[in-house]
């Protein structure tokens, strides 16, 4: 199953840049049991990167204490309304996703 | 079905909140706290607990993952879909078909093809019905999301919910059908009756009541009606699982002790529309955060 797309907020403020994001995922921990009593398998995303003009301006390694759904939000200098940020992230399967957003 | 990573986030939560809520016990003297607590627990100041959760809804207000639902929606929406293969874009939610803009709060209402009073999800079936060829049956069956699933009208309502972001809440009473709906969800609202002797009214009825630590809101009132319909379609931390007010409604009566009402029956429509037109010319802030 192809994963959901990203939503990417990226606003431009005195030369910072504020970038939101909302992943689709389900964070499943693996320590879980379905009604059946077996374990769900452990499902996450384990690393997480944007990038900006090809520079990498965030690179983060998460793991199963991140939320359903995560929502990551941070700040970077340098980039103008207009340029485009690329987020990615890759889980424990190695599905991957990568959205572009458009700073504004 | 409490997922672990929820437990701990709860838990967490749960520690940030108790705290606050001792510090800020501290510095009052004993006579003026021990009235601070009273007025707290019969629930006219809003209590630390709702405090703390509502300046975290505000933040996740900002994005909350309700936004992943509507974008789930919108692709369904457009998409060609069912037996019949086609999409909901020439689906009339009132204002037209496929004119999406303001439909939300502008629901349940009377639908002239349809003859009945129809809330968003109701008529969202009857389109995936009579459009796209799916059986009503089929659509009952789990209609409500799980664990492993959100059923399609969820979504559905998610995205059309989102088109009527901050507008006003203006559901009809024009047609006899919908002021009869109006009547016959008052009667229901105020209905007691199961093992418990309950009503909708018992809880919500009087102002300043509260469940362990969650506010109750008189929909009875001009003032508080409003809160039947902000938030929802809401995404549930307790377990990240995406609900529209069929759902609400229908977990009332659950915790009522009543008969389960049928899915997307005119039971449902009626209530919805006795809370939504108490809660008419208030601003609808579109799909919500809830605990």
Same mark, same amino acid.
């Given at each position: 199953?192809?994963?959901?797309?990203?939503? /990417?907020?990226?606003?431009?403020?005195?030369?910072?840049?504020?970038?939101?994001?909302?992943?689709?995922?389900?964070?499943?921990?693996?320590?879980?049991?379905?009604?059946?009593?077996?374990?769900?398998?452990?499902?996450? /995303?384990?690393?997480?990167?944007?990038?900006?003009?090809?520079?990498?301006?965030?690179?983060?390694?998460?793991?199963?204490?991140?939320?359903?759904?995560?929502?990551?939000?941070?700040?970077?200098?340098?980039?103008?309304?207009?340029?485009?940020?690329?987020?990615?992230?890759?889980?424990?399967?190695?599905?991957?996703?990568?959205?572009?957003?458009?700073?504004? | 079905?409490?997922?672990?990573?929820?437990?701990?986030?709860?838990?967490?939560?749960?520690?940030?909140?108790?705290?606050?809520?001792?510090?800020?016990?501290?510095?009052?003297?004993?006579?003026?706290?021990?009235?601070?607590?009273?007025?707290?627990?019969?629930?006219?100041?809003?209590?630390?607990?709702?405090?703390?959760?509502?300046?975290?809804?505000?933040?996740?207000?900002?994005?909350?993952?309700?936004?992943?639902?509507?974008?789930?929606?919108?692709?369904?929406?457009?998409?060609?879909?069912?037996?019949?293969?086609?999409?909901?874009?020439?689906?009339?939610?009132?204002?037209?078909?496929?004119?999406?803009?303001?439909?939300?709060?502008?629901?349940?209402?009377?639908?002239?093809?349809?003859?009945?009073?129809?809330?968003?999800?109701?008529?969202?079936?009857?389109?995936?019905?009579?459009?796209?060829?799916?059986?009503?049956?089929?659509?009952?069956?789990?209609?409500?999301?799980?664990?492993?699933?959100?059923?399609?009208?969820?979504?559905?309502?998610?995205?059309?919910?989102?088109?009527?972001?901050?507008?006003?809440?203006?559901?009809?009473?024009?047609?006899?059908?919908?002021?009869?709906?109006?009547?016959?969800?008052?009667?229901?609202?105020?209905?007691?009756?199961?093992?418990?002797?309950?009503?909708?009214?018992?809880?919500?009825?009087?102002?300043?009541?509260?469940?362990?630590?969650?506010?109750?809101?008189?929909?009875?009132?001009?003032?508080?009606?409003?809160?039947?319909?902000? =938030?929802?379609?809401?995404?549930?931390?307790?377990?990240?699982?995406?609900?529209?007010?069929?759902?609400?409604?229908?977990?009332?009566?659950?915790?009522?002790?009543?008969?389960?009402? =049928?899915?997307?029956?005119?039971?449902?429509?009626?209530?919805?529309?006795?809370?939504?037109?108490?809660?008419?010319?208030?601003?609808?802030?579109?799909?919500?955060?809830?605990?």
């Amino acid at each position: 199953m192809m994963a959901d797309p990203m939503r /990417i907020r990226a606003t431009s403020k005195d030369g910072v840049v504020n970038v939101k994001v909302l992943m689709s995922h389900e964070m499943e921990t693996g320590q879980r049991k379905d009604a059946a009593g077996k374990l769900v398998p452990a499902h996450f /995303i384990q690393s997480v990167s944007a990038t900006w003009q090809g520079r990498v301006v965030l690179s983060a390694q998460w793991g199963p204490a991140v939320s359903k759904n995560p929502y990551l939000e941070f700040n970077f200098k340098g980039g103008q309304k207009g340029d485009k940020i690329q987020l990615t992230w890759t889980d424990n399967k190695g599905d991957k996703r990568t959205d572009e957003a458009t700073i504004n | 079905m409490l997922s672990i990573k929820l437990k701990v986030a709860l838990a967490l939560s749960g520690f940030a909140l108790v705290y606050t809520a001792h510090a800020q016990q501290k510095p009052a003297a004993a006579p003026k706290a021990a009235a601070a607590r009273i007025k707290q627990a019969a629930g006219t100041p809003k209590s630390a607990i709702t405090a703390e959760f509502e300046k975290f809804r505000e933040v996740m207000e900002e994005a909350s993952p309700a936004e992943l639902f509507e974008a789930k929606g919108e692709d369904l929406w457009k998409a060609k879909r069912g037996p019949k293969n086609a999409s909901l874009e020439q689906c009339d939610l009132g204002l037209g078909p496929g004119v999406l803009k303001g439909a939300y709060v502008r629901m349940p209402r009377y639908f002239a093809d349809a003859d009945q009073v129809m809330d968003v999800e109701r008529r969202i079936v009857h389109c995936m019905v009579t459009l796209q060829g799916y059986k009503a049956e089929d659509l009952a069956k789990q209609p409500f999301s799980n664990q492993s699933r959100t059923p399609d009208p969820v979504s559905l309502v998610t995205y059309v919910a989102g088109q009527s972001r901050g507008m006003k809440i203006a559901v009809p009473q024009k047609h006899s059908k919908e002021r009869e709906a109006y009547a016959v969800g008052r009667e229901i609202f105020n209905f007691r009756a199961g093992p418990w002797d309950f009503s909708c009214a018992s809880c919500h009825g009087e102002s300043g009541k509260r469940i362990r630590t969650q506010d109750l809101p008189n929909l009875t009132t001009k003032a508080e009606a409003i809160r039947a319909f902000q =938030g929802w379609p809401g995404y549930r931390m307790t377990g990240g699982l995406m609900h529209t007010l069929q759902w609400r409604m229908n977990d009332c009566f659950r915790q009522q002790r009543f008969p389960e009402p =049928g899915y997307a029956s005119e039971t449902i429509a009626d209530l919805l529309t006795y809370m939504g037109v108490n809660a008419n010319g208030r601003v609808y802030k579109g799909p919500g955060i809830k605990r």
